[in-house]
């Protein structure tokens, strides 16, 4: 049985910072498209960041871009989002999620991912 669990999320001041985890169990993360999205009560969930292992490319949504790093350490099968200079606009639950065909190519976040946890919640005070 697939699981994806998230952890690291909290409260943290605008500025400061968060690491997310994504623990994998009964699946290896390694060669696969990975990615992190998050939603707020109301809205659309959206990408924040995704891994394209077949051609190596990563991708991230522009609101986070030089804020938010996407890493993964084949290890310990577990995926992370460094999140710095924290905005309150970054209040959201935030989800990891995994394509099952290994080296699939993406083109970006999408929504049709076929693995996710269940979601942590981040929020920024302003």
């Known amino acids: 049985q697939v699981q994806l669990v998230e952890s690291g999320g909290g409260l943290v001041q605008a500025g400061g910072s968060l690491r997310l985890s994504c623990a994998a169990s009964?699946?290896?993360?390694?060669?696969?498209?990975i990615g992190w999205f998050r939603q707020v009560p109301g809205k659309e969930r959206e990408g924040v960041s995704c891994?394209?292992?077949?051609?190596?490319?990563?991708y991230y949504a522009d609101s986070v871009k030089g804020r938010f790093t996407i890493s993964r350490d084949n290890a310990k099968n577990t995926m992370y989002l460094q999140m710095n200079s924290l905005k309150s606009e970054d209040t959201a639950v935030y989800y990891c999620?995994?394509?099952?065909?290994?080296?699939?190519?993406?083109?970006?976040?999408?929504?049709?991912?076929?693995?996710w946890g269940k979601g942590t919640l981040v929020t920024v005070s302003s």
């Open positions: 999620a995994a394509v099952a065909t290994p080296m699939a190519t993406i083109r970006g976040c999408y929504l049709g991912m076929d693995y």
């Open positions: 009964g699946f290896t993360l390694d060669y696969h498209a």
């Open positions: 891994i394209s292992p077949s051609d190596g490319n990563t």
